[in-house]
């Protein structure tokens, strides 16, 4: 009676939780935790909550007009989340409102979200995309490490998330690269990199701290018990 | 035994992962920031679930007409960082509710904080508005 979409994802988080056991069980030290390889990113996290992306950048993103009518007309009733959607890569790191956790495997690492309980996999054994991606929520993530930061290039977006509360939006060209530098222990130093010629007329970047959370994740489901819908209205309230 | 239950959540609430939060929605699509209320009554119903806990209050008016309210807070995740449980707020404990009502005029409230009888008071949701809202 299971469905098919919930055993894979769990069947996914097993076999990540599993993987560093099997390494260490086998002699080899678990991915990224050698002191020669990479740094060693597992943990829970947590950056400061950003609901305006506008505001670590300094000003408004660079809009394309059609963007920025776009923007000037968005309400946050139109929010994805209102209607309990995906959160989405990049928001659900910097306004996804809950702790993530970081599962790093030499070939994999995966960013499991609080939020939804959605999760993101990072490829990190090589390959490339595919030549031919079909849109989708997370798009596909490719890794490789550049000393003690991790950089993941992810394409294949849909045009269905927002980038943050504010109603900052993006096409299904966006294209992100994200550097995830290990500053130590308890902290990361993350920029990421949004380009998308339907929306912005040049790539813009914002970085932020994520610093480890002494949390566990938790369960986290937007349709379990919503009665807000039902409530809502509209703000007209436009954006400058 | 209580003031006990409430030193230990106060103190954790000092240390846990904060996050101003409303789970799925922004404040001002569902809430009237000019709107602010403080109801007292008796807790009929508890629901410590997602996306945001919701708890009801039996609440007399001036004409001594009894009105169940409807109080949401943050989600179960956030609150159980705070040290709240599932019966940390239970049918039948006598609150005051503090908030800010829903646009659509129902009997529903964003609550900020609740105190007991005994003078105790606990964070629900956030207190800053434009912290969760465009800010």
Same mark, same amino acid.
Request: avoid cysteine; hydrophobic fraction near 25%.
């Given at each position: 009676m299971s469905h098919p979409s919930r055993s894979a994802f769990i069947g996914v988080i097993v076999a990540l939780l599993a993987l560093p056991f099997f390494t260490a069980c086998s002699g080899r030290p678990a991915g990224? #935790?050698? #002191?020669?390889?990479p740094p060693d990113l597992n943990g829970v996290w947590s950056a400061p909550f %950003?609901? *305006?992306?506008?505001k670590p950048l300094g000003h408004? =993103? =660079?809009? %394309?007009p059609y963007a920025a009518d776009l923007f000037k007309k968005? *309400? !946050?009733? *139109?929010?994805p989340l209102t209607q309990c959607l995906p959160i989405g890569p990049a928001r659900g790191i910097q306004a996804g409102l809950m702790p993530f956790q970081i599962v790093q495997t030499p070939a994999v690492t995966a960013i499991l979200f609080e939020n939804q309980r959605t999760f993101r996999i990072i490829n990190t054994d090589g390959r490339s995309h595919p030549s031919d991606v079909d849109p989708t929520w997370f798009g596909d993530s490719i890794g490789h490490w550049e000393g003690d930061t991790l950089v993941v290039d992810t394409v /294949?977006?849909?045009?269905?998330?927002?980038?943050?509360t504010a109603g900052h939006q993006h096409s299904d060209q966006l294209h992100l690269v994200e550097r995830f530098q290990k500053?130590? #222990?308890?902290?990361i130093k993350w920029t990421v990199r949004f380009e998308d010629p339907k929306f912005y007329t040049e790539p813009w970047s914002v970085t932020l701290p994520i610093k480890r959370q002494n949390t566990e994740i938790m369960s986290y489901s937007c349709? !379990?018990? !919503? @009665?807000d819908r039902a409530h809502l209205r509209r703000t007209n309230k436009l954006n400058k | 035994m209580r003031s006990t239950l409430f030193c230990a959540l106060a103190l954790a609430s000092a240390f846990v992962f904060a996050a101003p939060v409303v #789970?799925?929605? /922004?404040?001002s699509v569902e809430f009237d920031e000019t709107k602010p209320v403080t109801l007292t009554g008796v807790v009929t119903k508890m629901e410590f679930m997602n996306p945001h806990i919701y708890f009801y209050l039996d609440v007399k008016d001036a004409n001594g007409k009894v009105v169940n309210w409807a109080f949401e807070g943050s989600p179960p995740n956030i609150l159980s960082r705070q040290g709240?449980? @599932? *019966?940390t707020v239970k049918p039948g404990d006598m609150l005051t509710a503090k908030g800010f009502r829903a646009r659509d005029g129902a009997h529903l409230v964003a609550c900020t904080t609740i105190t007991f009888q005994d003078g105790h008071q606990l964070t629900v $949701? =956030? $207190?800053?508005? @434009?912290a969760y809202d465009k800010n």
């Open positions: 990224g #935790a050698q #002191a020669s390889g %950003t609901p *305006d992306i506008s408004q =993103p =660079p809009f %394309t968005e *309400d !946050e009733i *139109d929010d /294949g977006l849909n045009d269905r998330t927002w980038l943050d500053v130590d #222990a308890d902290n349709e !379990e018990n !919503e @009665k | #789970a799925h929605h /922004g404040f709240w449980r @599932k *019966d $949701g =956030p $207190g800053n508005i @434009k």
